[in-house]
Nanobody
């Protein structure tokens, strides 16, 4: 089992920044591609960003391109999501997730086997 624990969420004004962290334990972190998802009330869970096992390939949803940056530190077993220029529509519970396999990045919820408990991000206008 791979355990994932998110931290860094909170309340921020529009235009502000937050950095989410996701610490992994239990298995070899560098064996997993990672992703950040979010889910707002009444909406489906959506991919925000994904990163390959080595960190050299990343994918972003159109809604966050140019504002969010995903990164990972395999020595620290941690993946990050730097969120800048936050908007009220970014308000959601943010989840990190891990996917095994041979692809570089994964974009579908069903491709991820392990999930964190979620971290609330609230952006006020």
């Amino acid at each position: 089992q791979l355990q994932l624990v998110e931290s860094g969420g909170g309340l921020v004004q529009a235009g502000g920044s937050l950095r989410l962290s996701c610490a992994a334990s239990g298995r070899t972190f560098s064996s997993y591609a990672m992703g950040w998802f979010r889910q707002a009330p009444g909406k489906v869970r959506e991919l925000v960003a994904a990163i390959s096992r080595s960190g050299d390939n990343a994918y972003y949803a159109d809604s966050v391109k140019g504002r969010f940056t995903i990164s990972r530190d395999n020595a620290k077993n941690t993946v990050y999501l730097q969120m800048n220029s936050l908007k009220p529509e970014d308000t959601a519970v943010y989840y990190c997730a891990a996917a095994a396999g041979y692809a570089s990045v994964y974009v579908r919820v069903a491709e991820y086997a392990y999930w964190g408990q979620g971290s609330q991000v609230t952006v006020s206008s």
